[in-house]
């Protein structure tokens, strides 16, 4: 998966993680008190996704990381290739 693919699924993540956050005020707001069971489940959910939104954002930055490793490597190589 490249970087932007996963720059795209991390903002999926966090959208998703926004949007059920503010369901579950709108609802806590409506019934002074919501089902205990569907706001346990939305807990569970927002969880799943701050883990998936970390995970991908450590992955990508080893991506980035690798790839200023190889500029690097490449600069080096260009560097020491050229004639004094």
Known sequence: ???Q???VQK???LEEMRSMINQIQIE???NKRI???YRRECEIKIDKL???FNKI???IEKKEEELRQQEQAAN???YTAEPS
């Open 1 to 3: 998966m490249s970087i």
């Open 5 to 7: 693919d996963m720059e």
């Open 11 to 13: 903002q999926q993540y």
């Open 28 to 30: 806590d707001y409506r």
């Open 35 to 37: 089902d205990i069971h």
């Open 50 to 52: 701050k883990d998936n």
């Open 57 to 59: 954002s450590i992955e």
């Open 76 to 78: 080096l190589s260009t």
